[in-house]
């Protein structure tokens, strides 16, 4: 081929096919299958699984090194007919909590009714911590109170309490006003 090609030589040229095959049918896309939902559905089930263990493993190896307060999961115990969580019994002095309300209050020694209509004695001592909408002292528990108690479970049932919080919340609680 020269340089030397006219104008309409140029068209001719490229107006001819290479071959004498039909092109058209050539490009036509071929009819697509339809997709495989239950395969599709089975692998993202695949993948959601393996990202949820993965995320538990490095939970694991990376989580907070905080270690979980005991009172929130007792050694022994469980749930009473009305819902209501009782910790150990007092086996290795291990922490364990209780919930009821404030019956009477006598020195140091706090009675409580907890949700199965038991009285739990409690006994506190000066580092037992009192919450209320502050911090407190045992002599400002009032009959009717709702109390959480976290302290040592003993042989007879009662309490020897570490904390005492007003209501249901237990835990690094930061009191207002105090």
């Known amino acids: 081929m020269t340089n030397d090609m006219t104008q309409t030589e140029q068209v001719a040229l490229l107006a001819t096919p290479p ?11 071929p009819p697509r299958r339809p997709l495989p939902w239950l395969s599709l559905l089975l692998a993202g089930g695949v993948i959601a699984t393996g990202a949820f263990a993965g995320g538990v493993w490095y939970q694991k190896g990376n989580g907070s090194s905080a270690p979980t307060p005991r009172a929130a999961a007792p050694a022994s115990g469980g749930f009473g007919q009305n819902g209501s969580r009782r910790g150990g019994q007092g086996q ?4 364990g909590f209780t919930r009821g309300t404030v019956k009477a209050v006598d020195g140091t020694t706090v009675y409580l009714t ?43 049932g009662g309490y020897m309490a570490s904390q005492l919080v007003e209501g249901g919340a237990v835990g690094n609680r930061t009191p207002s006003g105090g």
């Open 19 to 29: 071959d004498a095959r039909d092109v058209a049918a050539e490009l036509a896309a």
């Open 92 to 95: 290795g002095g291990q922490p």
């Open 114 to 156: 907890d949700a199965n209509g038991n009285t739990v004695k409690v006994t506190t001592g000066d580092a037992t911590k009192v919450q209320l909408t502050k911090d407190g002292k045992v002599a400002d528990l009032q009959p009717g109170q709702s109390v959480t108690v976290v302290g040592t479970p003993d042989a007879g």
